[in-house]
């Protein structure tokens, strides 16, 4: 298969996933149903950039569909939970799907409003969108992703994103296609991705998750400001690695693993779990814990324990 038949899959796959939405897409009701509240006030920007965030807009609503497309199909139902939370910082409409393949998937789109320093800006208008992927293959990988886009209060603007896999089992084959889908990317707007790569393997994360390194941050100098051709940037950039994570899940799903493959899996797991309650002081003081748990914890987390009943008593 080519990648030319690769893209027409997903994009088919989009459009079938996209009839089944239908009246369900919220993301962008509640600017419609309150435009001046901070975060939806799409009628406070200028033209130029309105019309880029109906590009926001439309980039979540087809992630969505892809994303809806490839759980229904390996898992075959299209059942999920929804939850929404909303306070005076931010506002959460999160979906999850379960199953015998995506073991567990979560799909969020959030609403920045009021800033909370120094991780973010108060908002005029913004949207966020999160991928968090946990197959039940060690095979794979899991994917942890997003991309957020807002203009602030204060004048200035971002585009950036984490995105990522974090795998259990290395696999050099299919760690190579993806860093190269998303090297074609930067190829082509000309762009040089080692920044934004090193930002993704460094830090505290690298230290105790070690993400794959085939993905980017964009959380790193230059940081880049809303305009077309750095939203195409971001935006192409994760429907690449998402939709060659998607392949790569779509491989290795009914290969067999050993239990070493599987503790591996577990202890990627146990790490996760850790780097959102203690190491990723974004999430921690950003992010509801109530969401992030609901939206990205793994389906199923494991600690042994060694007790001594019997102790010996001197």
Request: glycine residues 6%.
């Amino acid at each position: 298969m080519t990648d030319r038949d690769i893209d027409d899959c997903c994009r088919a796959t989009a459009v079938r996933a996209r009839a089944l939405l239908g009246m369900a897409m919220l993301i962008a009701a509640p600017g419609i149903l309150g435009a001046a509240e901070p975060g939806y006030d799409r009628a406070g920007l200028d033209a130029g950039q309105s019309k880029l965030a109906g590009r926001m807009l439309t980039f979540i609503e087809t992630m969505d569909a892809m994303h809806l497309g490839w759980v229904s199909r390996l898992n075959g139902n299209t059942d999920f939970t929804s939850k929404s939370w909303k306070d005076d910082s931010a506002d959460y409409d999160v979906r999850v799907w379960r199953g015998p393949v995506i073991e567990k998937t979560g799909f969020t789109t959030s609403v920045t409003k009021l800033g909370i320093a120094p991780y973010t800006e108060d908002a005029i208008w913004s949207r966020v969108v999160t991928i968090n992927s946990h197959p039940a293959t060690p095979l794979a990988g899991y994917f942890h992703g997003f991309v957020a886009f807002q203009y602030n209060t204060n004048g200035t603007s971002s585009i950036g994103g984490w995105m990522d896999i974090i795998p259990s089992v290395s696999n050099d084959e299919d760690l190579a296609y993806i860093r190269q889908r998303v090297d074609r990317v930067f190829e082509k707007f000309e762009v040089d991705p080692a920044p934004y790569r090193r930002a993704v393997c460094s830090g505290q994360r690298q230290e105790h998750l070690g993400p794959a390194c085939v993905g980017v941050s964009f959380y790193a100098p230059p940081f880049l400001d809303i305009t077309e051709q750095n939203l195409n940037l971001v935006l192409e950039t994760f429907a690449a690695l998402f939709g060659a994570y998607t392949v790569v899940v779509d491989k290795r799903m009914d290969q067999p693993y050993s239990e070493s493959d599987l503790s591996a899996q577990e202890n990627l797991r146990r790490k996760w779990l850790e780097d959102q309650m203690l190491y990723d002081p974004y999430a921690q003081n950003v992010i509801p814990h109530a969401v992030r748990s609901f939206a990205n914890y793994p389906p199923s987390v494991k600690y042994y324990y060694s007790v001594n009943l019997y102790p010996r008593v001197k």
